[in-house]
């Protein structure tokens, strides 16, 4: 996808995630240790209601192979995402995330970043067909293609439904980065990934703006002012209008 509109994204978290951010840089989780499998991505069966248990259980292991990370594309700061996730909101552009990702793909040339726009769809459809997500991503691409095993089509569908929920999370207006260790390792994979997701630094200047929830107090903002000084980044501390 290109901005699509959407300059300013958001990601709402706590002070101790904000705090491990700023010093380990975000970190993409992988999806099939998620709580609710559902925030992971919509039902296999969602994607085929046809699939045999062969591919289902290809896709299962394959979905272990990506890593997820969340941010809000809404532009405005809703109430329900601060009771949600956290009293702290991080800004920043989609410029500065695309350009975090490039350099991690440039360090890590087995792992591709995509960001895309997640799509909102019925429990009741019946199967996505040739709906495509609203991503930079090519699906049959020369970076998509593993040595080994040449286009997968357990992998690309897999991918594809990462960029598709349920319709009850509509009102995340999620944004996605989510990496893609699969196609890069040159080999069949037949067991699931159980790494817990992977890191990508963050450039000093990757905050716009941090926004404290209304009811929080001035030792907040003195604390969020700390950890940015600490780990050297650079933004606006402010709260809540």
């Not at 990601?11 to 992988?30: I, K």
């Not at 909101?89 to 989609?94: G, H, Q």
Request: proline share 3%; glycine share 8%; aromatic share 12%.
């Amino acid at each position: 996808m290109d901005d699509g509109g959407i300059n300013i994204l958001s990601r709402y978290v706590s002070l101790d995630r904000f705090r491990d951010m700023c010093a380990q840089g975000l970190f993409l989780a992988n999806p099939t240790l998620f709580k609710d499998p559902q925030e992971g991505c919509i039902a296999v069966k969602s994607i085929f209601p046809n699939i045999d248990e062969l591919n289902l259980r290809n896709i299962e292991i394959m979905k272990s192979y990506f890593y997820v990370n969340s941010w809000y594309g809404g532009g405005e700061r809703p109430k329900a995402m601060w009771e949600r996730f956290g009293e702290i909101c991080i800004e920043t552009s989609y410029e500065r995330l695309k350009n975090i990702c490039r350099k991690y793909g440039e360090n890590n040339p087995t792992h591709n970043i995509i960001i895309g726009k997640v799509q909102y769809v019925s429990p009741s459809m019946n199967g996505l067909g040739d709906r495509k997500p609203d991503c930079e991503w090519d699906y049959w691409s020369e970076k998509n293609y593993n040595p080994q095993c040449g286009f997968n089509f357990c992998s690309i569908k897999t991918l594809q439904g990462l960029f598709f929920k349920y319709d009850n999370f509509s009102d995340e207006k999620e944004v996605r980065l989510i990496c893609d260790s699969y196609h890069g390792c040159n080999k069949v994979v037949s067991s699931k990934n159980d790494k817990t997701g992977v890191r990508v630094s963050l450039n000093n200047d990757f905050f716009l703006k941090i926004v404290l929830s209304v009811e929080n107090s001035k030792i907040l903002k003195n604390c969020i002012e700390d950890i940015l000084k600490r780990y050297g980044y650079e933004a606006i501390v402010a709260c809540s209008n």
